[in-house]
């Protein structure tokens, strides 16, 4: 199989959400150019202007007319997050300061993913937040007068840190979140750009009250997520080489990268000009000979969202590679540990269920059954990577859930493939 040329990938996910919604607390008209047009972030888009906040149509260059940390107004109705985690979390945030009650809701799968991680801290700061019984939505917020906070936060998460953080400023007070690693940095690399007062110390950041926030302007830079199964692509082909440019190469998310190093891949990643206060570049990725790796505890935060197609890549890489330290991942969009390990046995690759990972052994075996996603857009990806080799006769039962986070996923899959 041979790859070639130039892609760029959509607009980083995680950045556009929270463009939109600095853009919404901003005073003034921001600009935000390459905004990833993706399910989950119409959801966000569609929050907003239930808050008051109307979003325009997503596309190539939108301009939003923010309403100011304390300007949003109360929903006459729930607030649908569809399947976004992120949407749900951190305006959930923005929520618990805002004189009023807002209920949300999701579908099947984001309702059953846990919020007391986020209740917890927002009761902490005086907001009332009712949470399904089953942890999981419906979600209702009371906000009102918050005080700071100090918070301890026991797993590493960019969207417990960021519900803070966005408490804290639109309540503004000071806030601290400790993490037992860093998690993605996000949030706090946009409030800098905005004017705020952000101290960051290892796995410790501060935020200081602030009254306004200056409008936002930037150009989305494109996801590393979404870049890295290309990457893993050229990586698994026998002939080319594949460059995607722009790609958001912040440190806290190129965990993937440096693990595809670490399996032998003949990688580069070219820095750039910095876009958004996030530094950016080329990944280039070409044929390579992989090799299993052992990825632990201290690395998972960086690359949570990739450890799926990292073991979708060891099933080619010789060895047995493990992931240990991700019980993280039983709780996204699907049980991703589960989930991996059976359709990877599926289609023929020796896989063992750990309670906090798994082991997978790597084979020239043709890879050859069917892939069920449980919705799971990482999950079609990853496996949509393997079902692009030569002589590999995977089906997947529901190749729609990539447009998630990645809408355009299956074309550019074709386009890197060349004759």
């Given at each position: 199989m041979k790859v070639g040329g130039t892609i760029r990938v959509p607009g980083d996910k995680s950045i556009s959400h929270r463009a939109l919604i600095f853009a919404a607390l901003a005073e003034g008209a921001s600009r935000i150019r390459d905004i990833l047009p993706s399910a989950d972030v119409h959801s966000t888009a569609t929050v907003l202007g239930a808050l008051g906040v109307p979003v325009p149509p997503l596309s190539t260059d939108i301009t939003i007319a923010g309403r100011g940390p304390r300007g949003l107004t109360a929903p006459t109705g729930d607030l649908d997050c569809g399947n976004s985690g992120t949407t749900t979390r951190l305006l959930a945030g923005v929520a618990a300061a805002l004189p009023f009650t807002s209920r949300f809701v999701g579908d099947a799968s984001l309702s059953r993913r846990p919020m007391r991680r986020i209740a917890k801290p927002l009761r902490e700061m005086g907001a009332t937040v009712d949470v399904a019984p089953a942890d999981g939505l419906p979600m209702t917020v009371s906000g009102g007068h918050l005080h700071g906070i100090t918070w301890r936060s026991e797993t590493a998460s960019a969207q417990v840190k960021s519900a803070i953080l966005l408490a804290g400023l639109v309540a503004g007070v000071e806030v601290t979140v400790h993490e037992p690693a860093r998690s993605r940095d996000h949030t706090e690399r946009i409030l800098t750009a905005l004017g705020a007062t952000v101290d960051v110390l290892g796995a410790t950041v501060r935020l200081a009250p602030r009254d306004r926030l200056a409008p936002l302007h930037m150009r989305v830079p494109a996801d590393p997520s979404s870049a890295a199964f290309l990457a893993a692509l050229a990586a698994l082909a026998t002939q080319g080489e594949l460059a995607l440019p722009d790609v958001c190469l912040n440190p806290t998310r190129t965990g993937f990268y440096a693990a595809l190093a670490r399996m032998g891949a003949n990688l580069t990643l070219e820095h750039g000009e910095p876009q958004g206060g996030e530094p950016v570049g080329t990944v280039v990725a070409r044929p390579s000979s992989l090799v299993a790796i052992d990825?632990?505890?201290?690395?998972?935060?960086?690359?949570?969202?990739?450890?799926?197609?990292?073991?979708?890549?060891?099933?080619?890489?010789?060895?047995?590679?493990?992931?240990?330290?991700?019980?993280?991942?039983?709780?996204?969009?699907?049980?991703?540990?589960?989930?991996?390990?059976?359709?990877?046995?599926?289609?023929?690759?020796?896989?063992?269920?750990?309670?906090?990972g798994m082991c997978i052994e790597g084979s020239e075996r043709p890879l050859r059954g069917r892939v069920q996603t449980h919705g799971d857009h990482r999950i079609a990806m990853a496996f949509g990577v393997l079902r692009a080799l030569p002589n590999s006769e995977i089906a997947i039962d529901d190749t729609t859930c990539v447009a998630v986070s990645y809408p355009g996923f299956w074309d550019d899959i074709a386009r890197a493939v060349v004759s």
């Open positions: 990825l632990g505890r201290d690395d998972v935060p960086s690359m949570i969202d990739e450890l799926p197609l990292i073991a979708c890549l060891a099933a080619r890489a010789a060895g047995t590679t493990t992931i240990r330290g991700a019980e993280e991942l039983r709780v996204k969009e699907s049980d991703r540990i589960a989930t991996v390990v059976a359709n990877l046995r599926a289609v023929g690759v020796n896989a063992d269920e750990l309670p906090d």
